[in-house]
């Protein structure tokens, strides 16, 4: 696998071949993936599939991975902040990832078209989400967002017509209040109906969120939630 003019020749601790795919890790002293000149970092790279950001690296650039159809194994560690313009856009292999807890920025277009999600959780420190971050993605019905202060939304981030968006309880008033999040179906943090038993064993016996309603379940042993 090769990198325009070399770059990160020098960062890159294992590059092996899986079968016809690509797995790259990177040395814990590099800090961002920047532009190559007007290309991303590992913009096009069609066997690409499968990348592990180390925690030194706190932003990756604009397109840093911007239509790698293979990728499909994304790990990124704490102490990543920003992720900028359309860094996993057309990666459509990808079908789930995990945003670490010190994300605050996700930059314009970050996953759009990623057919693959399904479900996101935005961590609780993301401040700012750039416009079309997932739009595009017809796959992606559930996203959970952390923040107790809604993050500030560009235009059309989410497909309007199939995404339902849990926050959580305490914001739920400030989300729907919020010009952006109020256009999209917004629920409060999902309820869990458990069994007390006697044996002291809990178990979730269902669970719904604001608004949908919960049956009372009377249990045989004498206990009710």
Do not use: H
Not at 170 to 180: F, L, N, V
Not at 192 to 206: I, P, R
Request: aromatic share 12%.
């Amino acid at each position: 696998l090769s990198f325009r003019d070399g770059a990160f020749s020098s960062s890159i601790v294992k590059q092996e071949r899986v079968g016809d795919k690509w797995v790259i890790t990177f040395s814990d002293d590099v800090t961002s993936l920047n532009m190559v000149g007007n290309f991303g970092a590992f913009e096009s790279q069609d066997t690409l599939s499968s990348i592990t950001l180390p925690s030194s690296v706190q932003s990756i650039g604009n397109y840093a991975f911007y239509k790698c159809p293979m990728l499909s194994s994304v790990e990124l560690s704490e102490g990543l902040t920003s992720i900028g313009e359309l860094v996993f856009s057309d990666c459509v292999s990808i079908e789930s990832i995990t945003l670490p807890q010190s994300l605050t920025e996700l930059g314009v277009g970050a996953f759009y078209n990623c057919d693959g999600l399904t479900s996101v959780t935005l961590p609780e420190n993301v401040a700012t989400i750039g416009e079309s971050a997932f739009n595009k993605c017809d796959n992606l019905v559930s996203v959970y967002s952390m923040a107790t202060t809604p993050p500030t939304l560009g235009n059309n981030v989410f497909m309007v017509y199939n995404v339902t968006i849990y926050v959580p309880d305490t914001a739920y008033s400030d989300y729907k209040g919020d010009t952006k999040w109020s256009t999209y179906n917004i629920y409060g943090e999902t309820y869990k109906s458990t069994d007390f038993s006697a044996n002291g064993e809990v178990v979730v016996l269902q669970s719904a969120t604001r608004g949908n309603g919960i049956d009372i379940v009377l249990m045989g042993d004498g206990y009710s939630d």
